[in-house]
């Protein structure tokens, strides 16, 4: 993928339409029995279910900032704050792509599962509550989102793909993305772990 000269260092993302088409990152199904198809696809398409559903609360919070854990301080003219590094995650500008199309593309091109999305947006619950230069907003959604998703498919999925692969797909240079990643890990207090309970409560708002 070719990057945007964004001019601040932040504005890294492109529009991913022209090269969906071509993205080598396509899950391969040839050789599989016809149940085995069956089953693959009927999974695949309860995964796109709940990455929508994920995609749409997210959507539903940006477009009422008031509202929830959402209010982040830059829509009062704030600063984010650079000691606890969530600067890192802010564009200077808002993406041309929504944040909807932009989950659908990291759930069809490294098929991870419904449970990395809901984990994910858990993650991102507890950074806004830590600190309000965390809370989502158009100018830091896609960066926590991608960051959060790769922390989540780590701790929860059998295989994953390397840094290198998500910030491809993700549209982010893989040194950003480490950066991200240890900048949330720090915050989250170097813990992934999310209890059963947790998990199924918010499970429970997208199933």
């Not at 999974?43 to 990455?51: G, P, Q, V, Y």
Request: overall charge positive.
């Amino acid at each position: 993928m070719t990057q945007r000269d964004g001019g601040c260092g932040a504005c890294m993302f492109e529009d991913f339409a022209a090269e969906e088409e071509n993205d080598p990152i396509a899950l391969k199904t040839s050789g599989s029995s016809c149940a085995t198809l069956r089953r693959e696809r009927a999974l695949l398409s309860w995964n796109s279910r709940i990455a929508s559903r994920v995609a749409s609360f997210l959507e539903q919070q940006l477009a009422e900032p008031q509202r929830m854990w959402i209010a982040n301080p830059i829509h009062r003219g704030s600063i984010p704050d650079s000691r606890n590094g969530a600067i890192k995650f802010y564009s200077c500008r808002t993406q041309s792509f929504s944040l909807r199309s932009y989950i659908g593309r990291l759930s069809q091109s490294l098929n991870a599962s419904s449970s990395s999305f809901v984990l994910a947006l858990v993650y991102l619950r507890r950074l806004a509550e830590r600190s309000v230069d965390f809370k989502l907003c158009h100018l830091n959604a896609h960066r926590l989102v991608l960051t959060a998703f790769l922390l989540a498919i780590k701790f929860i999925e059998d295989i994953t793909f390397p840094n290198d692969v998500v910030a491809f797909v993700g549209g982010l240079p893989v040194l950003e993305l480490n950066s991200l990643e240890l900048v949330m890990l720090r915050n989250l207090g170097f813990s992934a772990f999310v209890s059963q309970a947790e998990f199924q409560i918010a499970s429970a708002k997208y199933s």
